[in-house]
């Protein structure tokens, strides 16, 4: 199964947990309405009358449902801001990208060389201080606002290959589509859980007003049946709550394992995530979190963060030792004794040493180090990698991390240094008059603390290779996600000036604007989430037409074989209802490329592929693809939220 299937499976079961949660709402309308009907009959002393009373069916359906519906989208919408949500509900705080605390920076760098390697964004690292078990997890709707979590105790006890292991578990569920599945779960859970709440304020209420009237003559009755009824709601509610977690339960314990075997596949070092189990089992506290939130997002963690339930059913995770033995057969039971752990500077980075415990061949290391990607391109393999990164791929990104100054890389986990880095990429190395420009706009209009900091890396940055200038860009997001709005709002105007300094914009500055602006503007605009609306090729094929065409220009000013490189993509799309046509290479800009993926990124993750492998195709036409192609196929992918891992040569391709 690749990863559109998965997307498409985590897309159905998110449907199917639609329908259960329908039938969950139909069944409480149901408990309640006879709750109210018994409490206010039994209240009134008319039992034996008939409980079908349709004037209170509708209004206590009506009511139950707009409790439940309400309070299901309230917690949706809190959600759809990203992860970063559940990461401080569960009190975790931001790890800030300039620590200097070992453990921290052991921890972003593990994180940094993850997200390069799979191609996703490199996520914000969120720290649980006040939990001494070893857990994580990964929460999010896309990989665009993913983040991560970890557990004090998890960087203080495992070693950097144990903790390799945890996080390449936690990138699978990025990668696989879990997260939006599992806080759509939470959103749905919470609105069934407020019936619970309400039952709770009612039991306590403590007035004495009356309530009751007899059906037959409409006389006032006595009492208060208001902590009864409470009752009543209170354990329908946690019925319902129940069997949520039965679904929340058996949709996680398989995630779990598809989740473990994809981090060994991943990083090919199985002894890391069966030692990170292990400690788990040695641990005194294993993976059991202590904050009051904690079962509300119980189905997230990497282990079980909850006491053990009682009914199996109810468990989020699979017994740990079932886990251990599925990657390693002869695991005998015992779980060793757990000590902290030191770092050294070294486990901060060192690609050679990991490079040499996976035994790799010294010339395939030597391959990542320099990635170089003008090789013979394979453009099925590019889409068959999508959300299945290699260990080459995560070889590749442990060089490329080393390779870069270490000023540059402490800059980039600074919100100024970020900015500076933006600035000091987006400088015209080829074009004094340009660049002259540049400087003098930073000079006059630019925060001067962002102009001086821009100037002092400026040679630093200009060392960096092409092939890591995008990788250093998705490094510096988490820092820029720090900005406040205001910040923000120069920062975009200053990117803005800069890309279009020589009134015309490059593949590269039309990069930094999808994967920089495209995802910060979104905190400044309200701009509400991109949707999936389509899901027929027939819907979308002038988008399919500007891409292709685009995309075929972008390569040559040779139009035969720009006209060749569009039919290659076209045929890869398949019959179509009519002949897709390359367009006039004057209507092909990159406002109308910018347009095209806008609309493809609603569509469905089947025909995502298709229109990925047309595309893949395009620029592969002539054999060979530049770094600038191979990255703009990158930019692409990460638009319709599939991260494409580096395009380096693997074995077998």
């Not at 299937?5 to 079961?13: D, I, V």
């Not at 821009?454 to 490094?475: C, D, H, Y």
Request: glycine share 8%.
């Amino acid at each position: 199964m690749d990863f559109f299937e998965h997307q498409e499976q985590a897309r159905r079961r998110t449907g199917l947990l639609v329908v259960y949660f329908v039938l969950a709402v139909i069944s409480i309308i149901v408990a309640v309405y006879l709750a109210v009907v018994a409490v206010f009959v039994g209240t009134q002393g008319d039992a034996g009358d008939a409980l079908w009373q349709p004037e209170v069916l509708g209004p206590v359906a009506g009511g139950t449902l707009l409790v439940i519906v309400v309070g299901s989208l309230y917690k949706m919408a809190d959600l759809a801001r990203g992860g970063e949500v559940v990461a401080r509900s569960l009190g975790g705080r931001p790890v800030l990208a300039n620590t200097t605390e070992l453990r921290e920076r052991v921890l972003l760098n593990v994180v940094e060389e993850m997200a390069i390697a799979s191609g996703t964004p490199v996520p914000p690292v969120f720290l649980l201080d006040h939990e001494s078990a070893i857990n994580a997890f990964a929460a999010g709707t896309t990989p665009q606002n993913a983040v991560i979590g970890v557990t004090r105790g998890t960087i203080e006890t495992l070693k950097r290959d144990e903790l390799q292991g945890v996080i390449a578990h936690e990138f699978s569920h990025i990668l696989n589509g879990d997260m939006r599945l599992n806080l759509r779960l939470m959103g749905l859970l919470n609105g069934i859980l407020l019936i619970a709440m309400i039952g709770y304020v009612l039991m306590r209420s403590g007035s004495t007003y009356t309530i009751g009237f007899s059906r037959s003559s409409g006389e006032r009755k006595g009492g208060n049946p208001l902590p009864l009824l409470g009752l009543l709601l209170y354990i329908i509610g946690y019925i319902g709550v129940f069997f949520g977690h039965l679904i929340k339960s058996a949709v996680s314990r398989q995630r779990e394992y598809l989740a473990d075997a994809s981090a060994v596949q991943f990083t090919r070092l199985p002894d890391g995530i069966v030692g990170a189990l292990k400690k788990i089992g040695g641990l005194v506290q294993g993976s059991r979190l202590t904050t009051p939130q904690a079962e509300e997002a119980s189905h997230m963690y990497f282990g079980n963060g909850l006491a053990a339930p009682f009914l199996e059913l109810l468990a989020t995770h699979p017994p740990l030792a079932e886990r251990i033995r599925r990657i390693d057969p002869s695991f005998d039971g015992k779980y060793p004794a757990v000590e902290l752990v030191e770092y050294s500077a070294a486990d901060v980075v060192d690609p050679q040493r990991f490079a040499a415990q996976r035994e790799r061949p010294a010339a395939v290391h030597a391959q990542a180090a320099a990635g170089a990607q003008s090789f013979a391109f394979q453009p099925a393999a590019a889409v068959a990698h999508v959300g299945a990164p290699r260990i080459e791929h995560l070889d590749y990104a442990a060089a490329l991390v080393a390779s870069l100054p270490a000023e540059l890389v402490d800059n980039v986990r600074d919100p100024l240094g970020a900015v500076a880095t933006v600035y000091a990429l987006l400088l015209d190395d080829r074009r004094a008059e340009i660049r002259e420009k540049q400087l003098a706009y930073l000079a006059t209009q630019a925060d001067p603390r962002a102009n001086q900091e821009t100037l002092r890396i400026a040679p630093a940055v200009g060392l960096v290779k092409p092939e890591a200038k995008l990788p250093l860009v998705s490094m510096v997001l988490p820092a820029l996600k720090r900005l406040s709005p205001a910040q923000l709002t120069a920062f975009r105007n200053d990117v803005v000036f800069l890309t279009r300094a020589d009134n015309t914009i490059n593949l590269f500055e039309y990069a930094v604007h999808r994967l920089v602006l495209k995802r910060l503007l979104p905190r400044l605009e309200e701009a509400p989430q991109a949707r999936q609306k389509y899901t027929s090729l027939a819907q979308v094929l002038p988008a399919c037409r500007a891409l292709l065409s685009t995309l075929s220009y972008a390569g040559t000013r040779d139009d035969a074989l720009a006209a060749r490189s569009f039919a290659a993509g076209a045929e890869k799309l398949g019959a179509t209802p009519v002949p897709l046509e390359l367009l006039p290479r004057a209507e092909c800009g990159l406002v109308a490329f910018d347009r095209a993926l806008d609309t493809l990124a609603g569509t469905a993750p089947a025909l995502k592929k298709s229109v990925l492998e047309a595309c893949a195709a395009c620029i592969g036409a002539d054999a060979q693809v530049s770094v600038e192609e191979g990255e703009l196929l990158r930019v692409i992918s990460d638009a319709f939220a599939c991260p494409m891992p580096p395009l380096v040569k693997l074995a077998g391709d």
